[in-house]
């Protein structure tokens, strides 16, 4: 099983700027006030998508089993029958299947209100995450696509590329981020943008593997 302090693994460089969440989080779950939930992970370690569920969970000092898929070959009947589509990651949560990584992020950060955003009846709490929403598809649909042609260009037109590609994270991103403080929207710890974008972004390493990870 997986706890909390695994996830130095995940964070990589950044990892300086994450604090493992308080004391009174574990002792809940300890002396039974929150009844902690049953967790098992399909993941890929070299899949920077199933990473958002691994920061999340970490995040969120959730305990799970993880279960290992290997993208590489033809997924077995049995995890097809967890997700017939065979991506990673994926989540039985209960007994309940949650898949995709962005649906898996939202529903474990909504299912345990903390840090990483508001819940909608909070003050503020709609708008931070229609804010939060906004910036990442903002970074995947207008900025992340550019980045594989860079990969795999030479010479001028991987330097065109590279121009295009930082001209639209100045334009696209960049005004998003006006407040952060590290985090975004002035947070001073990890949120749910990060958790959504990070794991993508800064591992370049993991980036130039994308094709072993269907997503």
Same mark, same amino acid.
């Given at each position: 099983r997986f706890r909390p302090s695994n996830r130095i693994f995940y964070y990589r460089k950044a990892s300086h700027h994450f604090k493992i969440p308080p004391a009174s989080t574990f002792r809940a779950f300890k002396m039974g006030s929150v009844s902690a939930p049953k967790i098992i992970l399909y993941t890929n370690?070299?899949?920077?998508?199933?990473? !958002? $569920?691994?920061?999340?969970?970490?995040?969120? %000092? *959730?305990?799970?089993?993880?279960?290992?898929?290997?993208?590489?070959?033809?997924r077995t009947p049995e995890y097809l029958k967890v997700n017939p589509r065979g991506l990673v990651p994926s989540i039985n949560y209960n007994g309940s299947i949650v898949t995709e990584s962005a649906i898996v992020a939202q529903f474990l950060a909504d299912a345990h209100?903390?840090?990483?955003?508001?819940?909608?009846?909070?003050?503020?709490?709609? *708008?931070? !995450?229609?804010?939060?929403?906004?910036?990442?598809?903002?970074?995947?649909?207008?900025?992340?696509?550019?980045?594989?042609?860079? *990969?795999?260009?030479? %010479?001028?037109?991987?330097?065109?590329? $590279?121009?295009?590609?930082?001209?639209?994270?100045?334009?696209?991103?960049?005004?998003?981020?006006?407040?952060?403080?590290?985090?975004? %929207?002035?947070?001073?710890?990890?949120?749910?943008?990060?958790?959504?974008?990070?794991?993508v972004s800064p591992n370049l390493d993991l980036l130039l593997n994308i094709r072993e990870c269907p997503g």
């Amino acid at each position: 099983r997986f706890r909390p302090s695994n996830r130095i693994f995940y964070y990589r460089k950044a990892s300086h700027h994450f604090k493992i969440p308080p004391a009174s989080t574990f002792r809940a779950f300890k002396m039974g006030s929150v009844s902690a939930p049953k967790i098992i992970l399909y993941t890929n370690h070299r899949c920077p998508w199933a990473h !958002r $569920a691994h920061i999340a969970l970490a995040e969120l %000092g *959730l305990e799970y089993t993880e279960e290992i898929i290997d993208l590489s070959v033809p997924r077995t009947p049995e995890y097809l029958k967890v997700n017939p589509r065979g991506l990673v990651p994926s989540i039985n949560y209960n007994g309940s299947i949650v898949t995709e990584s962005a649906i898996v992020a939202q529903f474990l950060a909504d299912a345990h209100p903390s840090h990483l955003v508001k819940t909608s009846s909070e003050e503020g709490g709609a *708008l931070q !995450r229609a804010r939060i929403a906004y910036f990442v598809d903002a970074y995947f649909s207008k900025v992340n696509g550019g980045f594989w042609g860079i *990969l795999f260009a030479e %010479g001028e037109e991987k330097e065109k590329l $590279a121009e295009a590609f930082v001209d639209n994270v100045v334009k696209e991103v960049e005004p998003l981020l006006h407040d952060a403080a590290p985090f975004f %929207g002035g947070s001073k710890k990890l949120t749910l943008a990060e958790v959504c974008s990070i794991s993508v972004s800064p591992n370049l390493d993991l980036l130039l593997n994308i094709r072993e990870c269907p997503g």
